[in-house]
Every structure is written in C-alpha cells, then in structure tokens.
C-alpha cells in the first residue's frame, strides 16, 4: 500500500477543549453535543469528513459511468449509549443525485459506498445506511 496523504489533528482537553492543525492553520473549540455549544463536537466533525469522502466517492464514481450531477451528501451521525454504559456512533448519508435516474442512482451509490476510504473503514464496526434523497 503506497501512503498518498497523512494528516494530524491535536486535541487538548477532549469534549472540553481545543483541536488544531499543528502550524495553527485550523483551530476550534470543541463541546459536548448540546443545542447551545457554541463550539463544534466530534461527531460533527466525522460528519463532516464522512460527507465529503462519501461525495468525492460519489463524484468519482459518476465520472467512470460518464454521467455528469450536482452530487450532494449529508451525513447524519448519532451518538448512542450502549447497554454496557459505552458509547457508539452510527451513520445515516443522505445521498441527492439530481437528474440521475432511480435504478442508475442506486448503482452509483452502491459503488461509492465500497469505494469510499470512510465506508471501508466503519465496515462492521458501526452501523452505516445510505439513502436515496
């Protein structure tokens, strides 16, 4: 396997605390999920990558069938409690592909979801389901 990209991320303080890019070039304070955080969460933060690993999947995928959308993934994550007093996350993307139609749309995103470096990754470790929108 040839590595292509790494990348690192600092946290102080965990779910009360900071996260940065070393060199500063991205910084943000981070909270506990709640309705008035005026900070960001790691689960908003996976979201966020899983939503635009997911699209570039999808885009790339789009691309080898020569059809051509204005792709657009959301990615809903959860935090869940687990009975033995853990925690788990599970993820919902939300897939538009708008001129695409239903039976090539699916295929799409059934080839994305094995493509993705974020799909793979969660497979069989967290409960992930892609929908249509």
Not at 19 to 41: C, F, L, Q, R, W
Not at 75 to 92: C, E, H, K, N, P
Request: hydrophobic fraction near 35%; proline fraction near 5%.
């Amino acid at each position: 396997m040839k590595k292509m990209y790494e990348t690192s991320m600092i946290n102080h303080g965990g779910r009360n605390g900071e996260v940065e890019a070393p060199g500063g070039k991205m910084h943000m304070k981070i909270e506990p999920p709640s309705i008035h955080a005026e900070g960001t969460n790691p689960e908003q933060l996976f979201a966020a990558g899983y939503a635009s690993c997911f699209n570039g999947a999808v885009q790339h995928i789009l691309e080898e069938h020569q059809l051509q959308s204005d792709s657009e993934v959301k990615a809903r994550v959860s935090l869940y409690q687990t009975d033995d007093g853990g925690f788990q996350i599970g993820v919902i993307l939300e897939v538009s592909l708008p001129g695409i139609e239903a039976a090539q749309a699916e295929t799409v995103v059934k080839e994305a979801h094995e493509f993705c470096p974020y799909s793979k990754a969660t497979r069989g470790n967290i409960e992930v389901s892609v929908e249509l929108v």
